[in-house]
């Protein structure tokens, strides 16, 4: 019986990889839109696809990341500015993708653009926090794929959208998992309704990589900086004890993301590419292999497994 059933997972997986191999026809003809792209997975994955002879449209934040991603790729790469929390400037980008993609449509939408903040305790953060993390990683990606989607539904193309293993199973930066959980719904909802229009939906699930949003420095000193900023009666029922160990937990999660960017953005060129794209893609040897298979077992063991090692808090009961 286990040889079997052994022989039936193994041609599952031999008959996925073939689909999986397919390739969409006519790739240099296609557009992609791609948000976030002045460093870390959206950059990479521009000058990925560049390379590949794909036509990207590349939205950067500011002038300098534009002008850093137009020097390191060919000309066929285009960039324009977006701010993701900006009706007004989803709207021009909107305008300037119609005026180069004309009657052909939107290949692929890449929702990538994202922050974190600090991965501090919920408790820690102010709702200006919560409104910023929320404004920028989910009402962001909502807009932009609203205001694209006619051009995608167009092309019959793809969205992908970057979520996280945060998304899938949550311990810690409270409103950051708050932020992808949105994602994965909004994705899920989107990819059911537009199954019909020949739209396909994938999201990319990372686990901890290495990047502009995790530089060590740049993320300790806001931890740094928020638990200062607490206010001193939630301070005294954590207690400094406990955000020593917290913080030096955190700088050796942050030194131990991979720099391997590649495992990401051959994800996303993947759902972008493939004739046949996964709905989920998690990325990274952590997520397939610890945060994934946790996310499955019953929450109590997970919450042990999660926290067992976490500090206590000064008035813990």
Known sequence: MWLYLAALVGLY???RWYRERQVVSNLRDKYVFITGCDSG????LARQLDLRGLRV????LTEKGAEQLRDRTSDRLETVILDVTKTESIAA????VKERVGDRGLWGLVNNAGVVHS??????LNMEVYVNVLKVNLLGVIE??????PLVRKAQGRIVNVSSILGRIAFFGGVYCSSKYGVEAFSDVLRRELQHFGVKISMVEPGFFSTGMTNVQESLEKLKQTWEEVPTHIKESYGQKLFDA?????KQGLLGASTNLNLVTDCMEHALTSVHPRTRYSSGWDAQFFFIPLSYLPTSLADY?????????????
């Open 13 to 15: 997986y031999l008959l």
């Open 41 to 44: 997975f959206g950059n990479q």
């Open 57 to 60: 449209l590349g939205a950067c």
């Open 93 to 96: 980008a909107t305008q300037w």
């Open 119 to 124: 991965p501090a305790y919920s408790e820690w």
């Open 144 to 149: 932009v794929t609203l205001s694209m989607l």
């Open 246 to 250: 917290y913080y030096n937990q955190i």
């Open 305 to 317: 497994i999660l926290t067992r090692s976490w500090p206590k808090p000064a008035q813990a009961v």
